[in-house]
């Protein structure tokens, strides 16, 4: 295939326009598991790109009569397992490529968990922070009712991400159930349990994000009676993973949020932690502890070092500094390829994100199928069904990068590559 940026007849390179840097860096981890496993080119190329992608303009009439407009994505990145599956984003700085590339790894995501989804996301560049409840739904419906055409329980199914939550699923899934005339739960994952929600899509990566943590423990027979960890973003997932592994017996000596963080190396009282962030808004002043910035808490050492917070905060200028044994990738992308060499290079075992944080999307699983039957399951269903799924990728994760002599990362994106390549196979290619 002939992309735009090789066309022979233009004279000046032309990038597709979701060819941004955290694009290329989705492509790049594409890439080199693709030559790992000597895959042909007719197979890899189409899964370099996004099936389809739409850009789509968003008006709302804001609070004081005026419109604003802004620019909102969906996008679509491989459909042979089944219908689109992923989050919605809203960020002041959300392009099209960073869109992209979160739907290229939910693809992976979703095939290595052995979910019937493709991989999809989307998200609208604003900044969710300024705007008040009645503009946000606004918005939201706006932006809903934009992509409806891509949209649907069997087409693509969306959850919340970045700044979205509860309540903008259930105004996109009323958005879309109005537009259709009745009721569709399942056009939307992490929704209010009123209205069909399951789990807490947060809670469920957290707690999965704290079950691999206590799983690649086991695996590498780790000798430490409580190993000690340090939480990079205290936010929805990194405070359940630090609350949950506290609680387990692990010894927790540095947390952060945007403006820094804790270190205490006898280990700090997370629950004292969460009081004190709810009461005084932020960790600043929080005694029991010294302060660190959030560059120097990542080379605080440590066995376990857990990015809960937002993509490339582990890169090629930090990498050789870090002082942990593992790194479990809570948030997407928290680590670039250089920086991944550089882990590798030194012996630090990686749990990458497609796995680390896959709970999160399988719990959305577990509330589609809910929906779609009409049958309501008890929480501790949903753990226990969730428990199975976990441990079991787990297990095939570590058995295949022993089989194969490789890294988690490539371990866990072969067996992604490999169901959704059994699937192009067996479906063949149109016409
Ligand atoms: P959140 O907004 O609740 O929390 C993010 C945390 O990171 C906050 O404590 C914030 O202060 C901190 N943070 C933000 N910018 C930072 C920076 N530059 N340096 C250091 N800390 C910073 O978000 P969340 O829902 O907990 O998601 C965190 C990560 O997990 C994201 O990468 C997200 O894509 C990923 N993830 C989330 C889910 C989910 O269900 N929420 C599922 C899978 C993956």
Same mark, same amino acid.
């Given at each position: 295939?002939?992309?735009?940026?090789?066309?022979?007849?233009?004279?000046?390179?032309?990038?597709?326009?979701?060819?941004?840097?955290?694009?290329?860096?989705?492509?790049?981890?594409?890439?080199?598991?693709?030559?790992?496993?000597?895959?042909?080119?007719?197979?890899?190329?189409?899964?370099?790109?996004?099936?389809?992608?739409? /850009?789509?303009?968003?008006?709302?009439?804001?609070?004081?009569?005026?419109? /604003?407009?802004?620019?909102?994505?969906?996008?679509?990145?491989?459909?042979?397992?089944?219908?689109?599956?992923?989050?919605?984003?809203?960020?002041?700085?959300?392009?099209?490529?960073?869109?992209?590339?979160?739907?290229?790894?939910?693809?992976?995501?979703?095939?290595?968990?052995?979910?019937?989804?493709?991989?999809?996301?989307?998200?609208?560049?604003?900044?969710?922070? =300024?705007?008040?409840?009645?503009?946000?739904?606004?918005?939201?419906?706006?932006?809903?009712?934009?992509?409806?055409?891509?949209?649907?329980?069997?087409?693509?199914?969306?959850?919340?991400?970045?700044?979205?939550?509860?309540?903008?699923?259930?105004?996109?899934?009323?958005?879309?159930?109005?537009?259709?005339?009745?009721?569709?739960?399942?056009?939307?994952?992490?929704?209010?349990?009123?209205?069909?929600?399951?789990?807490?899509?947060?809670?469920?990566?957290?707690?999965?994000?704290?079950?691999?943590?206590?799983?690649? &423990?086991?695996?590498?027979?780790?000798?430490?009676?409580?190993?000690?960890?340090?939480?990079?973003?205290?936010?929805?997932?990194?405070?359940?993973?630090?609350?949950?592994?506290?609680?387990?017996?692990?010894?927790?000596?540095? &947390?952060?949020?945007?403006?820094?963080?804790?270190?205490?190396?006898?280990?700090?009282? =997370?629950?004292?932690?969460?009081?004190?962030?709810?009461?005084?808004?932020?960790?600043?002043?929080?005694?029991?502890?010294?302060?660190?910035?959030?560059?120097?808490?990542?080379?605080?050492?440590?066995?376990?070092?857990?990015?809960?917070?937002?993509?490339?905060?582990?890169?090629?200028?930090?990498?050789?500094?870090?002082?942990?044994?593992?790194?479990?990738?809570?948030?997407?992308?928290?680590?670039?390829?250089?920086?991944?060499?550089?882990?590798?290079?030194?012996?630090?075992?990686?749990?990458?994100?497609?796995?680390?944080?896959?709970?999160?999307?399988? &719990?959305?699983?577990?509330?589609?199928?809910?929906?779609?039957?009409?049958?309501?399951?008890?929480?501790?269903?949903?753990?226990?069904?969730?428990?199975?799924?976990?441990?079991?990728?787990?297990?095939?994760?570590?058995?295949?990068?022993?089989?194969?002599? /490789?890294?988690?990362?490539?371990?866990?994106?072969?067996?992604?590559?490999?169901?959704?390549?059994?699937?192009?196979?067996?479906?063949?290619?149109?016409?």
């Amino acid at each position: 295939m002939t992309t735009a940026s090789e066309n022979k007849g233009s004279k000046k390179t032309l990038l597709n326009e979701w060819e941004t840097p955290d694009f290329l860096m989705a492509q790049q981890r594409l890439m080199k598991v693709a030559r790992i496993m000597k895959l042909d080119d007719n197979v890899v190329e189409p899964l370099k790109h996004p099936k389809r992608s739409l /850009s789509v303009i968003i008006p709302a009439r804001m609070d004081d009569g005026t419109v /604003s407009t802004f620019i909102g994505y969906r996008v679509h990145h491989d459909l042979a397992l089944g219908p689109g599956k992923g989050g919605i984003r809203y960020h002041q700085e959300v392009t099209l490529g960073e869109v992209t590339a979160m739907a290229m790894l939910m693809t992976w995501k979703c095939a290595l968990m052995n979910l019937p989804f493709g991989g999809a996301h989307g998200g609208i560049r604003l900044n969710p922070f =300024i705007h008040s409840q009645s503009e946000l739904e606004r918005i939201t419906r706006r932006y809903a009712s934009e992509i409806i055409d891509v949209i649907g329980p069997d087409m693509d199914i969306a959850g919340p991400d970045l700044n979205t939550n509860e309540q903008t699923m259930a105004w996109i899934m009323d958005t879309y159930s109005v537009n259709k005339g009745y009721t569709i739960p399942s056009i939307v994952t992490g929704k209010p349990k009123s209205i069909g929600g399951s789990l807490s899509q947060y809670e469920a990566t957290g707690y999965g994000v704290a079950m691999c943590t206590k799983h690649i &423990v086991k695996h590498l027979d780790f000798k430490s009676k409580a190993p000690t960890v340090v939480v990079q973003g205290l936010g929805s997932v990194g405070s359940e993973v630090a609350s949950i592994l506290d609680k387990a017996g692990f010894t927790i000596v540095g &947390v952060s949020d945007i403006d820094g963080g804790l270190y205490n190396k006898s280990g700090l009282d =997370i629950k004292k932690v969460n009081e004190y962030v709810a009461k005084k808004g932020s960790m600043h002043g929080y005694p029991d502890a010294s302060s660190v910035t959030n560059e120097e808490l990542l080379e605080l050492e440590c066995d376990i070092l857990a990015p809960c917070a937002i993509a490339n905060q582990i890169h090629k200028g930090n990498a050789a500094k870090l002082r942990c044994k593992i790194v479990v990738e809570g948030a997407n992308a928290p680590t670039t390829p250089e920086a991944e060499d550089i882990l590798e290079s030194r012996g630090i075992t990686l749990v990458p994100d497609i796995l680390a944080n896959a709970a999160g999307v399988t &719990v959305g699983y577990f509330e589609w199928v809910q929906g779609l039957i009409r049958l309501l399951w008890t929480e501790s269903e949903v753990y226990d069904k969730l428990d199975q799924l976990v441990e079991k990728s787990c297990q095939r994760v570590f058995e295949s990068a022993t089989t194969h002599k /490789s890294t988690l990362r490539t371990a866990a994106m072969r067996l992604a590559l490999e169901r959704v390549m059994e699937a192009r196979r067996l479906r063949g290619l149109y016409p």
